[in-house]
């Protein structure tokens, strides 16, 4: 006979939507030419695939170091050394992004000292950067592991512009007077990125979206038959530039670890936003971008803020 379960909790969690290892993949999506590599078992890989695939409705890159029942026992340090020896020999990618999974944490992996072993045995792929990120799913969150996994490629990839010179920083900021960082967190979508662009190309500025899901994950076609790596977003050459911008705008509380690396390393001025749902908070946005740029406010947003105070009183009576 049957037996009803009844649960006790308030809520259901996907534990995809709550997993540190695929918020950390998603960081590494919004970069050209990436390819991911999950530290676990084929299965773990595959379900978050199977999750991005039927979300984005796109090709995801996303390969497995496969840890099999002996090298979660015995060690799993030649499982990353040779995952990273053939995705370089195979597909020669922009950046690969060593993430580790709640089966590699338990079994006590040292990732980063992999990674220095596959340096020492493989210099010939010295060019390739391979960022290594621990992230268990079983601990924090989604947003947490997307956040870790961008600090630690500003820590890797962004080179050290920022010098103390008789106790004053100085820098190479603001070479770049119309380049702008922005840190956007891991819930901003494709097409909420898109809008941030738009925004500020509008005052004749250049946005480098760090990562950047908009080209990356915006559901286009590609002019390659296949490609087994991302066909857009963030190039690594572009992001090495992030200390000669003239700003970084951070959206989102989650990345401001992320953000505090960046202005160590580069001394940019940086301008923080929790998020950009109210009128008070996309006015203040959209002031920061004139005072940055020296322009003024286009007349298009102004008469788009006209157009949703209009629709606020026409809903209110």
């Given at each position: 006979m049957a037996e009803l379960l009844k649960r006790k909790k308030a809520l259901s969690v996907s534990p995809l939507k709550a997993s540190q290892t695929v918020g950390a993949a998603l960081a590494f999506l919004g970069f050209?030419?990436?390819?991911?590599?999950?530290?676990?078992?084929?299965?773990?890989?595959?379900?978050?695939?199977?999750?991005?695939?039927?979300?984005?409705?796109?090709?995801?890159?996303?390969?497995?170091?496969?840890?099999?029942?002996?090298?979660?026992?015995?060690?799993?340090?030649?499982?990353?050394?040779?995952?990273?020896?053939?995705?370089?020999?195979?597909?020669?990618?922009?950046?690969?992004?060593?993430?580790?999974?709640?089966?590699?944490?338990?079994?006590?992996?040292?990732?980063?000292?992999?990674?220095?072993?596959?340096?020492?045995?493989?210099?010939?792929?010295?060019?390739?950067?391979?960022?290594?990120?621990?992230?268990?799913?079983?601990?924090?969150?989604?947003?947490?592991?997307?956040?870790?996994?961008?600090?630690a490629i500003i820590e890797t990839l962004v080179p050290e512009s920022a010098t103390e010179q008789h106790s004053e920083i100085s820098s190479r900021a603001g070479l770049r007077h119309k380049q702008v960082n922005v840190l956007c967190h891991a819930n901003l979508t494709p097409g909420d990125l898109e809008f941030i662009v738009e925004s500020i190309e509008s005052f004749g500025l250049r946005p480098m979206l760090i990562p950047d899901l908009s080209s990356s994950l915006d559901g286009h076609l590609s002019d390659d038959a296949f490609n087994p790596l991302t066909t857009g977003g963030l190039a690594v050459d572009d992001l090495q530039t992030a200390g000669e911008s003239a700003a970084t705008l951070v959206v989102g509380e989650s990345i401001a670890s992320a953000a505090a690396a960046l202005q160590k390393k580069t001394a940019v001025p940086e301008y923080r936003f929790s998020h950009l749902m109210t009128m008070e908070t996309v006015d203040r946005w959209l002031m920061t971008l004139s005072r940055i740029s020296g322009q003024p406010v286009p007349a298009r947003w102004k008469k788009q803020r006209r157009q949703l105070q209009d629709a606020m009183l026409d809903t209110h009576f």
């Open positions: 050209f030419r990436s390819m991911p590599i999950m530290h676990g078992s084929q299965g773990c890989t595959a379900f978050a695939k199977v999750f991005f695939v039927r979300h984005f409705r796109e090709p995801i890159p996303l390969q497995t170091t496969a840890m099999d029942q002996v090298s979660s026992v015995m060690g799993a340090d030649e499982n990353i050394i040779e995952a990273l020896k053939a995705v370089c020999e195979k597909n020669a990618p922009g950046i690969i992004g060593m993430v580790t999974t709640g089966l590699a944490e338990t079994q006590g992996t040292d990732v980063r000292g992999a990674v220095k072993q596959f340096r020492q045995r493989c210099p010939q792929f010295a060019s390739i950067p391979v960022v290594p990120v621990n992230t268990p799913d079983f601990t924090g969150s989604f947003e947490s592991g997307f956040a870790l996994a961008l600090k």
